[in-house]
């Protein structure tokens, strides 16, 4: 015999003779759970767990596109501001700048990372006048007066104003105060 025979085995249906497997499907119990009931669930759960995957990972895109572009335009900010800004680590090193801080210092900005500020302050007590300024004791916003000295030796004085970011760095706010009339 070269025939060939399906069997399909349902596990927890009885089937009467001559009733057809649809009927026999359809009036078995519902408190049993069968291998297609199972494989049904399975299929189901599947296509749930996808498109719940995709949803997020759609939101994800969406909040990293905010996100830069947030970045962005709060970096455009900074690079346009006329007045100097830049952040410190804790030993006083800079770590980020705008164009104004370069000018203000007379340096480029690559010369700048490689340097502290307590490099340009003009005093003697350079490292205490930065320690003073980021001292962690609890003060989240400091201000200084100080004579800084740029690249061609010409010593200006500038306004500071700083505030204490997340983990070891500093934001500042710097300004030359040489010329500057209050009046």
Known sequence: M???????????????????LADALAHR????????????RALRGEAALAETNDLL??????????????EARFRSSIEAAPMAVFVCD??????????????????DAKTLFARA???VIADEARTATWQTIVAADGAEQRQADLCLLRA????????LRTTRLDGD???????????WDSG
Do not use: H, Q, Y
Request: net charge positive; charged share 30%.
């Open 152 to 159: 061609d030796g010409e010593l200006i004085w500038a306004a």
């Open 57 to 70: 990972e759609r939101r994800v895109a969406a909040r990293t596109a905010e996100l830069a572009a947030s």
């Open 90 to 107: 804790r030993a006083g090193r800079f770590v980020d700048l705008n164009p104004a801080a370069a000018e203000l210092f007379g340096r």
């Open 117 to 119: 500020l307590a490099d």
């Open 2 to 20: 070269s025939g060939r025979i399906n069997v399909l085995v349902i596990v927890g249906v009885d089937v009467a003779p001559g009733m057809r």
């Open 29 to 40: 119990p519902k408190d049993r759970v069968d291998a297609v009931d199972l494989g049904r």
């Open 169 to 179: 760095r500093t934001l500042v706010f710097c300004r030359d105060t040489s010329n």
